[in-house]
């Protein structure tokens, strides 16, 4: 039992380069989410999916898109990487919304 | 506005010295508040949820209560090993349903 896994852990890119971070969850959870974590700002909720085939904004979702085909994996693309998005990516999944999340290790990602 | 907000944002413990973390809360519906360790590096990971005012949860040296406007993580007689970014998190079942961080809390504990 992996819980929550998320690939890559690092990541580094170019400013106008694209990429997808996968998170995959073997928990047979409803909900999945991703949020961003930034110094002073805490964690933020990019995306989040209440099921497999949808998608939902959450706070910050400018520049990133998601899909949720498989009810295991949540995929968070960005489709031309911003200095701006330079960040540590969490995932995390639920069973009901509301009840507590778990959390992926993260990914560090640094946009030049 | 929906608010949580974490008090100290740093605080330094001898080994043994015990302390209180405080997360007080601003929300529409409370439906849930829940404390999470986060380790250098590492995700979030999962201590209590808390329901309503006057539940109390207990997990070895720590020991998490709610109030209607705060909720108090005690540490007793803490270790290094404690050492470690205390988030709180409150679930608003209000019109937005969704979960609402605070800040954290570094707690560094010297042998």
């Known amino acids: 039992n992996a819980g929550v896994t998320q690939t890559p852990k690092f990541r580094v890119l170019k400013t106008g380069q694209s990429m997808t971070l996968l998170c995959a969850q073997d928990?047979?959870?409803?909900?999945m989410y991703w949020y961003r974590q930034d110094p002073g700002m805490g964690l933020r909720l990019i995306h989040y999916?209440?099921?497999?085939?949808?998608?939902a904004k959450g706070e910050v979702p400018d520049g990133y898109n998601v899909s949720r085909l498989k009810k295991q994996n949540f995929l968070l693309g960005l489709e031309s990487a911003a200095p701006s998005q330079t960040s540590v990516y969490f995932c995390?999944?639920?069973?009901?919304?509301?009840?507590?999340?778990?959390f992926g290790p993260g990914t560090r990602l640094t946009v030049l | 506005e929906d608010q949580v907000t974490q008090s100290p944002e740093a605080l330094r413990l001898q080994e043994g010295e015990s302390s209180s973390l405080n997360c007080s809360y601003t929300?529409?519906?409370?439906?849930?508040l829940f404390w999470y360790r986060q380790d250098p590096g590492k995700g979030p990971e999962f201590l209590f949820t808390?329901?309503?005012?006057?539940e109390e949860k207990e997990k070895e040296r720590l020991k998490a209560t709610l109030t209607k406007k705060e909720s108090f993580l005690h540490i007793t007689a803490p270790k290094p090993e404690d050492s470690a970014t205390y988030l709180c998190?409150?679930?608003?079942?209000?019109?937005?349903?969704?979960?609402?961080w605070g800040l954290g809390t570094s707690l560094a504990v010297n042998p």
């Open positions: 995390a999944s639920s069973q009901p919304q509301g009840s507590r999340q778990f």
């Open positions: 928990m047979n959870h409803e909900y």
């Open positions: 999916s209440v099921g497999e085939g949808t998608t």
């Open positions: 929300v529409s519906g409370l439906r849930g």
């Open positions: 808390l329901y309503s005012a006057g």
């Open positions: 998190a409150v679930y608003n079942a209000g019109n937005n349903r969704k979960l609402i």
